[in-house]
């Protein structure tokens, strides 16, 4: 695990691509440099509430997850972003029961959206922090989602 670099979750918001706005959640090992993972909009708006700690009416299919995880008492033990294949992140959810590791392919997005909704910690692999890397100056134009929604 040493081998693995913490990161925090710091926000999604929308960015300007060529075919129009395009959601994206930035973590960070420090202040300075962010990891944009461009997601879905579904997965965006989920991440965004829980980074708010709101509510929906009903429950939303991440919580959903948290829900049974919680009944049968699952735990996540950690999300792990550990691959990138042609612009795309591989992630890993790290889950105990009762003792017992269990591993789990998943989409970075899920992952994160399950994190921020049990304070999970989030790993990246620091030759992936380092290629993808952007600096915190370079983003500053991006805008949140209730900016986008206004």
Do not use: W
Not at 85 to 111: H, N, W
Not at 127 to 142: F, H, W
Request: charged share 25%; aromatic share 8%; glycine share 4%.
């Amino acid at each position: 695990m040493s081998d693995y670099v913490p990161v925090k979750v710091k926000g999604v918001y929308f960015v300007s691509t060529i075919t129009g706005p395009q959601a994206v959640v930035f973590i960070s090992a420090d202040s300075d440099k962010m990891v944009p993972i461009y997601i879905g909009l579904a997965e965006a708006i989920s991440i965004d509430i829980a980074l708010r700690n709101e509510t929906t009416p009903r429950p939303m299919t991440h919580d959903l997850m948290k829900n049974v995880m919680d009944n049968f008492n699952i735990k996540i033990d950690r999300i792990i972003i550990d691959d990138l294949d042609e612009q795309v992140f591989y992630a890993r959810l790290m889950l105990k029961d009762t003792g017992k590791e269990i591993e789990i392919d998943a989409r970075p997005s899920d992952c994160i959206a399950l994190a921020v909704r049990t304070n999970a910690s989030i790993f990246i692999d620091p030759g992936i922090l380092e290629k993808v890397a952007v600096s915190k100056k370079d983003i500053e134009a991006a805008g949140n989602l209730e900016e986008f929604f206004e």
